[in-house]
């Protein structure tokens, strides 16, 4: 079972960069499906960047040209690097793995934007961004 451990998070003024960083216990054989959620006091967890296992990047339109997901597989360690941070980026940021699956001669991530597509989950990186 993978397990997830993120960190990075904290406290930084509006338009500000923070770089989140989650370290995977293992990968298979191929690199697994990861994504970055986030969660604000009383709203829903929400999908805000996501990775396939050939490096394909995806985003929450919210995010796009600020946040950047990247991985390294050697380090097996996923990242997050978040520049013009705004209040309503505050969140708990959470890491998420999936296996891909063998399809079609190639290994496939699905829903990467949303939680259903992903078995493992980290405990939570806390981002507070004030203005």
């Known amino acids: 079972q993978v397990q997830l451990v993120e960190s990075g998070g904290d406290s930084v003024q509006s338009g500000g960069s923070l770089r989140l960083a989650c370290a995977a216990s293992?990968?298979?054989?191929?690199?697994?499906?990861m994504g970055w959620f986030r969660q604000a006091p009383g709203k829903e967890r929400e999908g805000v960047a996501g990775?396939?296992?050939?490096?394909?990047?995806f985003y929450t339109d919210s995010v796009k040209g600020r946040f950047t997901i990247s991985r390294d597989n050697a380090k097996n360690t996923l990242y997050l690097q978040m520049n013009s941070l705004k209040d309503e980026d505050t969140a708990m940021y959470y890491c998420?793995?999936?296996?891909?699956?063998?399809?079609?001669?190639?290994?496939?991530?699905?829903?990467?934007?949303?939680?259903?597509?992903?078995?493992?989950w980290g405990q939570g990186t806390q981002v507070t961004v004030s203005s």
């Open positions: 990775i396939d296992s050939d490096g394909n990047t």
């Open positions: 998420a793995a999936e296996r891909p699956q063998y399809m079609l001669r190639r290994w496939r991530c699905y829903g990467l934007l949303e939680s259903s597509g992903f078995s493992y």
């Open positions: 293992e990968y298979t054989d191929s690199p697994y499906c």
